[in-house]
């Protein structure tokens, strides 16, 4: 079964970029569509990002996606980091017709 | 605005039933695949199951196949899950999710979630 790996956590200061993995476990994941999901506590995650690299109306340029296909991961690239966007993060594409999500990731900005 | 509202949640014996719930509003219901999607407490998200636009297409995650039953009342608006055998790995917010991909998955509308706990 395909899955998605990511750092369990990352933390960065205010002003700062940070950037977090997310790799695939099998063939290409520049195969499949990526999208990148924003939960804060106690709330329904929302979409930062989808089609690898694109973002819905709302969300601010800080925000990036890319693919690597060399190293088989796709990535979120956060800039000017804000203590708002301390949140869990999770990547998520598809295997056949099932949905896979990535484990999560825990973003401390302090 | 589109809105997804989950309801039926709440405490249930091992081995028991429960009927999740899911009212849609907002955007053309019946033209989207739908699906659901749990997370466990302090867990990771986990996709459980989708169904396509008129019924067509239905899938499940391994977990929960021969268990959990996804239907949809496209008159209604309504999207259903129904869980039998529920065991205690089964507890958790289980969020409706509109499929918002052309010809791909992504979950564009999320619900608040509704909390099932498996429990003695």
Known sequence: NFMLTQPHS??????????????????SIASNYVQWYQQRPGSAPTTVIYEDNQRPSGVPDRFSGSIDSSSNS???????????????YYCQ???????????????TVL | EVQLV?????????????RLSCA???????SYTMNWVRQAPGKGLEWVSSISSSTSYIYYADSVKGRFTISRDNAKNSLYLQMNSLRAEDTAVYYCARD?????????????????????
């Open chain 1, 10 to 27: 990352v933390s960065e200061s205010p002003g700062k970029t940070v950037t977090i993995s997310c790799t695939g476990s099998s063939g």
């Open chain 1, 74 to 88: 796709a990535s979120l690239t956060i800039s000017g980091l804000k203590t708002e966007d301390e949140a869990d």
């Open chain 1, 93 to 107: 594409s598809y295997d056949s017709s099932n949905g896979v999500f990535g484990g999560g990731t825990k973003l």
């Open chain 2, 6 to 18: 989950e309801s039926g949640g709440g405490l249930v014996k091992p081995g028991g039933s429960l």
């Open chain 2, 24 to 30: 849609a509003s907002g955007f053309t219901f019946s």
């Open chain 2, 100 to 120: 918002g991909g052309e010809l791909y998955i992504r979950f564009d509308y999320w619900g608040q979630g509704t909390l099932v706990t498996v429990s003695s």
